[in-house]
């Protein structure tokens, strides 16, 4: 079916619900008519009062291949992408092995994800303090932005960077306008002793919003001295939001972003010994959380994306329950849309705000915005549809994921996913994958 009607009373259009008909053709948005029209020589897709909307664009996730596939692979994390509505993807450089640091490692993530993407999937270089030099080719071979940490990653092969390695690579994003994405923690010893590694507490404590707030005053000069795009990425410290206020008034170079588990936990109810909330930045304070939220009601994130960051369980420490041991990431991927809806309902975010945050937004800062991001004619065929109304339960059986664990297991949620379209094809229908292997890899300016 390579031509067809969907028609909706909700089509999500300009930014606003219409009632509207979309005439999809050859893998692109070819038409779209307020109101009801069927033709008697197109098929035709009623889908009554479902939420249409386009394609949900993640920017930030972590797939982990090639080298670590037995953490998450292509294969899993689009097909996961796909049932959760997520029609792209933005591979971060790390954690797969080697990691996206130089042009040959980029070629050969590109080659371990043919035939496994089942979404649209873009990629991120990576700077460490010794691939200076590296920086231009990944930018010319089409990577959306260039990521980097202030702060141990995890990863051995992925050291952090310094703000004086920042500054050599800084010419070269100008030139190429290119965003740096930075991890914003900025460690330093001011950090009460660990007394007990399996108490959320201990953990919490062991990465104070100081470390944050020093590592984005770091983003904000360097954005500053060389008039560069900077974007930070899961912002949890609001303490780092009136800085960034500040800057956004200033310059459109900055960007911030957050993701759904520091919307949807809280450090009160993380239960001790429960490493499967662990990730850096620490999931804070509700009080902290508040604040998170009124900067998104108050339109302050310039888009949200779930730092999807997989690892085995035995790697989560599961057992043992150690924070510290265990690696810090959390799953969820698949999960964007009902915990953001769910939260947000009762917090107030109207579905005109949040849509655009998962959508739009991210595909402007990405560049693609002439191509994805927007239900237009012209445009890439990427379409989500979901119902409202419908209340579900996160089970093991509807992850597809490639490791069931993730916190959000058994948290019962509003809006569920019915159907994915991918470059106009029907990839999930009645929330079953459908049609594999239509993702297409996205590069920068192609
Ligand atoms: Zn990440």
């Not at 972590?62 to 792209?88: C, L, M, Q, Y």
Request: glycine residues 6%; contains cysteine.
């Amino acid at each position: 079916m390579t031509e067809f009607l969907i028609y909706s009373k909700r089509c999500f259009l300009l930014d606003a619900f219409q009632e509207a008909t979309i005439h999809i053709k050859n893998q692109k948005i070819l038409d779209i008519k307020k109101g009801y029209h069927t033709s008697a020589s197109i098929p035709f897709l009623d889908y009554q009062n479902l939420i249409v909307m386009p394609g949900i664009i993640d920017a930030h996730v972590h797939i982990n291949e090639p080298g670590r596939e037995s953490w998450e692979g292509f294969d899993t994390a689009t097909k996961a992408a796909a049932v959760g509505g997520v029609t792209t993807l933005i591979e971060m450089p790390l954690n797969a092995s080697p990691v996206t640091t130089n042009i040959n490692a980029l070629h050969q993530k590109l080659e371990s994800s043919k035939n496994k993407l089942h979404v649209n999937c873009g990629f991120y270089g990576g700077t460490i303090p010794t691939n200076k030099n590296d920086i231009e080719g990944l930018i010319n071979a089409g990577v959306f932005g260039i990521k980097g940490f202030l702060t141990p990653s995890g990863i051995d092969e992925f050291p952090n960077v310094t703000k004086l390695d920042l500054e050599a690579i800084a010419p070269v994003l100008k030139t190429h306008d290119i965003p740096l994405l930075l991890h914003c923690e900025l460690t330093d010893t001011k950090v009460p002793e660990v007394t007990n590694a399996k108490s959320y507490q201990s953990y919490l404590n062991s990465r104070p919003q100081h470390w944050e707030t020093n590592a984005i005053a770091l983003a904000l000069d360097l954005q500053k001295k060389f008039d560069i795009k900077v974007h930070i990425v899961h912002l949890s410290a609001s303490k780092g939001i009136e800085p960034i206020k500040e800057r956004l008034n200033e310059t459109n170079k900055l960007t911030v972003e957050t993701c759904p588990h520091y919307l949807f936990f809280n450090a009160e109810t993380i239960p001790d010994e429960s490493p499967i909330y662990k990730c850096a930045p620490p999931i804070r304070e509700s009080a902290n959380n508040d604040k998170l939220w009124d900067f998104l009601l108050d339109n302050g994130f310039s888009f949200l994306g779930s730092d999807h960051s997989p690892a085995p369980p035995e790697r989560k420490q599961l057992e043992s329950g150690d924070f510290f041991k265990a690696w810090g990431g959390i799953s969820g991927l698949q999960f964007t849309l009902p915990i953001l809806f769910s939260e947000g309902q009762k917090r107030g975010l109207q579905l005109e705000k949040l849509i655009p945050l998962i959508t739009r937004k991210p595909s402007e800062f990405l560049g693609i915005n002439q191509k994805k991001g927007t239900l237009a004619p012209g445009l890439d065929a990427d379409i989500t549809v979901w119902d409202d109304t419908q209340q579900f339960t996160i089970s093991e059986a509807s992850i597809e994921h490639k490791h069931k664990a993730t916190p959000y297991l058994n948290h019962r949620v509003f809006g569920k996913v019915i159907h994915t379209f991918v470059n106009g094809v029907h990839v999930v229908e009645n929330s079953k994958l459908k049609t594999l292997n239509q993702g297409k890899i996205l590069l920068k300016d192609t």
